[in-house]
């Protein structure tokens, strides 16, 4: 019985090992360095290989079980040189270097066709079969995308960019390119106007089909939009992430945002714990809510341009309400004592974000003012007191 079960596990181990995608390499210039090798999937870079090229200069990196489906570019980083990227596409393949410096690639289709533009200048047919024929592809769009970013161009250059990104851009390669972050970044900028920037993502989202992939591409814009104030982009892309169904237990970033999201224009802002009277029974015109740490330096900024403005806000009839993410008592209480609105306004609960109003309005960061109306609505998010309209209304209107 232990004769057939070791059998069996030998069986299993050739199976595995015939299987498993191996790359050689032998770089005789580089002998007794140090080196990683990585693999490209969206802003991040995975270790699956690590240690010290030999006393001849080789080594072999075995792609591991769980990346056997990968698609994309690889790099290896030796100390102290240029990296060698090699697209990592189910090929068992070996690359050396020539005393020319020349990379020389066997059984590897792939390489050779990257290769051939990247050494000698060539330009290949077409060929869709190939990852590396997307690659090129994606760089020359990544080129045109920095132009415009860098040089300028022309509405009808930016029209063509945009476009190309909405009917022909393959979201799920550029994952694995190693360009992810240009090429997303690049049009992020295409326009100023949020609303068609973040309806273009929706509709990039909509094409992807690896789950990895959109789950990434969904953080960046979380993150992007955070980063930025863009508000009304966020207003736009966080639903529809919720509502793709794709998320099925949020975590994170993520998380946050979708609570975030419940609190957007036009939606009734979620009770305030500890607040009396409540939102809806004070009787103002307006209320302010500013959400803030009491070590950020911006945020006590803006809390200055509030007290500044607040007499004439009073006038108006604007209530303010400061809840700090705090979690010393008297030092909150020191905190506080300048702020001139009343005491019964001034919130925290000490436990930092994970206290209840900050998790109910899936505050990520500070300062965050929320606008709302006489009656609780959620007029604007903002992140700057200078951009706040006290007299504007959910339709607009003065």
């Known amino acids: 019985m232990k004769k057939k079960l070791f059998i069996l596990c030998l069986s299993y181990?050739?199976?595995f090992a015939v299987n498993a995608q191996k790359i050689s390499i032998f770089l005789p210039e580089q002998s007794n360095k140090e080196y990683v090798f990585i693999l490209s999937k969206g802003i991040k870079q995975d270790t699956i290989q690590r240690g010290t090229l030999s006393f001849a200069g080789d080594v072999t990196i075995n792609i591991p079980e769980k990346e056997k489906k990968y698609a994309g570019m690889g790099s290896l980083q030796v100390k102290d040189s240029r990296p060698l990227n090699i697209i990592v596409n189910h090929e068992d393949l070996s690359v050396r270097q020539d005393p020319n410096q020349k990379y020389i690639f066997k059984n590897s289709p792939e390489?050779?066709?990257?290769?051939?533009?990247?050494?000698?200048?060539?330009?290949?047919?077409?060929?869709t079969t190939l990852y590396a024929s997307s690659f090129i592809e994606l760089v020359r769009y990544m080129q045109q995308l920095n132009r415009l970013a860098t040089q300028g161009g022309s509405l009808m250059d930016k029209a063509n960019a945009r476009l190309y990104a909405l009917n022909q851009?393959?979201?799920d390669k550029l994952y694995t390119s190693g360009i992810w972050y240009n090429i997303i970044d690049g049009l992020t900028r295409l326009t100023a106007d949020q609303q068609l920037m973040a309806e273009d993502m929706v509709r990039l989202m909509k094409r992807i089909k690896s789950q990895e992939a959109f789950e990434h591409l969904a953080n960046n814009l979380i993150l992007i939009t955070e980063q930025y104030g863009w508000d009304d982009a966020f207003d736009i892309i966080v639903p529809y992430i919720e509502e793709s169904g794709r998320i099925a237990v949020p975590q994170g970033r993520i998380f946050d945002a979708f609570a975030l999201a419940k609190v957007r224009k036009g939606t009734l802002a979620p009770v305030l714990e500890g607040l009396?009277?409540?939102?809806?029974e004070a009787g103002y015109s307006r209320t302010l809510l500013v959400f803030y740490q009491p070590d950020c330096e911006n945020c006590h900024t803006q809390i200055e341009r509030l007290i500044s403005d607040y007499p004439k806000l009073k006038e108006q009839n604007v209530r303010i309400v400061s809840i700090s993410s705090d979690t010393n008592k008297d030092m909150f209480a020191e905190d506080v004592k300048h702020f001139p609105w009343p005491d019964s306004d001034k919130l925290c609960d000490y436990r930092g974000f994970a206290g209840i109003?900050?998790?109910?309005y899936g505050i990520m960061s500070t300062p965050t003012f929320f606008l709302l109306d006489k009656d609780?609505?959620?007029?604007?998010?903002?992140?700057?007191v200078t951009d706040i309209d006290f007299n504007t209304s959910l339709k607009g209107e003065k």
Not at 276 to 280: A, C, E, M, Y
Not at 376 to 384: D, E, F, M, T, W
């Open 276 to 280: 009396s009277p409540s939102l809806i």
């Open 111 to 127: 390489n050779e066709y990257l290769y051939s533009v990247i050494q000698e200048g060539a330009r290949p047919a077409q060929d």
């Open 357 to 360: 109003n900050f998790v109910r």
């Open 376 to 384: 609780g609505v959620v007029i604007k998010r903002y992140a700057l």
């Open 13 to 15: 181990l050739i199976t």
């Open 169 to 171: 851009l393959d979201v």
